[in-house]
């Protein structure tokens, strides 16, 4: 049987923590800034945590 092969898009989107759990960026970060406020891009800024609900599928992507 080959090796499991990880997506790679998803390799380059996602990192897992410590606990397991799955880290994102924020979406709407690249361009089109202009319409947007400043108080919004700042709200855009860092990274967050996956959903509940969406977080086996990233699993199942990224082999874990």
Do not use: W
Not at 19 to 48: D, E, N, V, Y
């Amino acid at each position: 049987m080959p090796k499991m092969k990880t997506h790679s898009s998803a390799k380059k989107r996602f990192r897992v923590t410590g606990s397991g759990k799955i880290k994102r960026f924020q979406s709407g970060k690249r361009h089109l800034l202009r319409k947007r406020s400043t108080k919004a891009k700042l709200r855009l800024t860092g990274s967050t945590l996956v959903s509940k609900a969406d977080e086996k599928r990233i699993k199942a992507l990224l082999n874990i």
